[in-house]
């Protein structure tokens, strides 16, 4: 059965790290124009699915397609690889910016190397997503003069710039101060607003209820609930989940 019509189709996934299974079966399906969030206690799985959707992690079983390529076979061609890794790009915890680029050098790097831009296109291209992040004035410093949060709305400027169909976000707030929290998330409610498909393990509930239209439930390697955000966070059905989200609202 053909499973095109869903940008990401995950079938009884599983990630081994030799003896330790991380992940224990992932079932899910995933839409373009979906927001997602992905929550769950530490080490349940969720940055690991994460980052097998564009094989920075290979799969040890199961079956995955990403808008209808088996990433799940155990030799990518580099080709296939490569147009995976530019349509569906990844926004770290820990921005991972070249610190001795300036922010417009980080932010030409790959659609030059990668997508073959000239480097007049990629500056431009640059330019337009900085200025979508608020961060247009910025272009020529160095990364150690941003903040924590203007690192990361950096980061996703990079991301953007690459034009992909879906951003996977790895916890992009975790390792801000509280404070410059918001700023980033104002950037993500952003893009959803405008239609982008993206995935976000986080520990922001407040991020997951208002702004997702579906939420997965991690918990001991596989997704234990998945639906709505309003069905999930008023009325869980699993024990776990109700201790998870006790737990979260009372901190």
Same mark, same amino acid.
Not at 25 to 43: C, F, L, Q, R, Y
Not at 158 to 184: H, N, W, Y
């Given at each position: #059965? ?11 996934? *599983? ?24 929550? $769950?206690?530490?080490?349940? $799985? ?8 564009? *094989? ?33 790009? #990844? ?43 608020? &961060? ?11 903040? $924590? ?36 998330? $104002?950037? #993500? ?15 922001? #509930? ?25 069905? &999930? ?8 989940l109700k201790t998870f989200l006790s737990r979260i609202q009372h901190k």
């Open positions: #059965m053909s499973t095109l019509n869903h940008m990401i189709t995950s079938e009884g996934l *599983r990630k081994s790290y030799g003896s330790l299974e991380v992940l224990k079966g992932v079932n899910t399906k995933i839409d373009k124009g979906d927001v997602v969030s992905i929550i $769950g206690p530490s080490g349940c $799985g969720k940055s690991t699915f994460l980052r097998c959707l564009n *094989r920075l992690e290979s799969i040890s079983g199961g079956k995955l397609e990403v808008m209808g390529i088996d990433i799940s076979v155990p030799q990518l061609n580099q080709q296939v690889l490569g147009k995976l890794r530019s349509q569906v790009t #990844m926004v770290f915890q820990h921005f991972n910016l070249f610190p001795h680029l300036t922010v417009l050098e980080n932010l030409v790097l790959a659609p030059r190397k990668v997508l073959q831009h000239s480097l007049t296109e990629s500056k431009e291209t640059a330019l337009h997503y900085l200025d979508k992040v608020g &961060l247009y004035n910025k272009a020529h410093v160095y990364p150690e003069q941003l903040s $924590g949060g203007q690192k990361q709305r950096v980061a996703i400027a990079r991301g953007l710039c690459m034009k992909p169909q879906a951003i996977l976000f790895d916890e992009p707030t975790s390792a801000l101060d509280p404070e410059l929290v918001g700023e980033v998330l $104002g950037v #993500m409610r952003q893009l959803a607003d405008e239609g982008m498909t993206m995935l976000v393990v986080t520990h922001e #509930m407040q991020f997951a209820r208002e702004v997702s239209n579906k939420v997965l439930f991690f918990n001991q390697g596989i997704i234990e609930e998945e639906g709505r955000p309003q069905e &999930l966070f008023t009325n869980p059905r699993s024990d776990r």
